[in-house]
């Protein structure tokens, strides 16, 4: 997260207003319940959360849930053994750039690459594959190593993922001619390392998939600003202190923590859940403008990716 935004003097929230492993494991089996079949933990960043292994156990116990995780790998070396052993199924790495000074940039931390690539190599180990690779990409900043990137991960078993830098928030400064687009990205990789394209693996895969054509491997570029896919996406997002949200750009969320703790059943639960989600309308990636642009969002750091 931006050390402008969340620096030393940030006041986080007190422990009472963020769900417990108890009410995120309520809350899990009830989205079971109505058809969900993946749970993935992010953030922020969810490794910093005290006793996450006690969480993946619980949840990971849940019959017919795949529990997977986003992390940018900075305590991954040290914890994947304990996540696998506790129940995890994967995990989908954020590393920006293979180059140590765009990573930096990208990101604004005091962990390395070489950081990042011992937590993967880990993971591996640990049996948390496929392993996803995720990478933003954004003008200016890290897209010459694009193509670096792409041929250090060729043939590894890992997948690297393209993302087109988003408007996520309000706090990254974001402006269109930032991003790299998608089809510059597919351009880039292919003239070096030929590409074909993959068919989708299911409804509301966000990534599109690129195989090379020598057999290699294959990659996948998100491209929800240029080409966006919100008539297909299947996900919701539960935030840390309990708010359900429809929409990765969205500006309010549904408490579900007051509800809880003021005694609600989890039939009652589940139909805040179904009117919440039935109701949804969200199609701020399709009516992107200069417009929008400007509407205050709830930050990624804050319901994940």
């Not at 969480?55 to 991954?76: F, Y």
């Not at 966006?228 to 500006?251: E, H, K, N, Q």
Request: overall charge negative; hydrophobic content about 40%; glycine content about 10%.
């Amino acid at each position: 997260m931006p050390r402008e935004a969340f620096g030393d003097d940030f006041q986080f929230l007190p422990r009472s207003e963020i769900l417990s492993f108890e009410e995120i494991f309520r809350l899990t089996r009830i989205f079971r319940g109505l058809g969900v079949e993946k749970i993935r933990l992010t953030g922020g960043e969810p490794l910093l959360r005290t006793d996450l292994a006690v969480l993946v156990g619980q949840l990971s116990a849940i019959p017919g849930i795949e529990l997977v995780m986003t992390t940018n790998g900075s305590l991954l070396a040290a914890k994947a053994g304990e996540l696998a052993a506790a129940g995890l199924s994967r995990v989908t790495v954020s590393l920006d750039s293979l180059d140590e000074d765009a990573f930096r940039e990208m990101n604004d931390v005091d962990f390395s690459v070489a950081t990042v690539l011992d937590g993967i190599g880990a993971a591996a180990r640990a049996g948390l594959t496929p392993i996803k690779v995720n990478s933003v990409v954004k003008r200016g900043v890290n897209e010459h190593t694009v193509v670096d990137f792409a041929r250090h991960f060729k043939g590894s078993g890992y997948v690297p993922r393209f993302i087109e830098y988003m408007d996520v928030g309000t706090t990254n400064g974001w402006r269109m001619d930032e991003v790299v687009t998608g089809a510059e990205i597919i351009e880039m990789i292919d003239a070096e390392m030929p590409l074909e394209p993959v068919e989708s693996e299911y409804l509301g895969e966000v990534a599109k998939r690129w195989r090379y054509r020598d057999g290699g491997g294959e990659i996948g570029v998100i491209t929800s600003v240029t080409r966006a896919f919100c008539g297909d996406c299947t996900r919701a997002r539960l935030s840390a202190d309990g708010r359900i949200y429809t929409c990765l750009f969205a500006v309010n969320g549904t408490d579900l923590r007051l509800p809880i703790r003021e005694g609600a059943t989890d039939k009652e639960l589940e139909e805040i859940i179904r009117q919440v989600w039935s109701a949804r309308e969200d199609r701020y990636s399709e009516i992107r403008s200069s417009e929008t642009e400007e509407t205050r969002r709830i930050e990624m750091s804050y319901i994940g990716g």
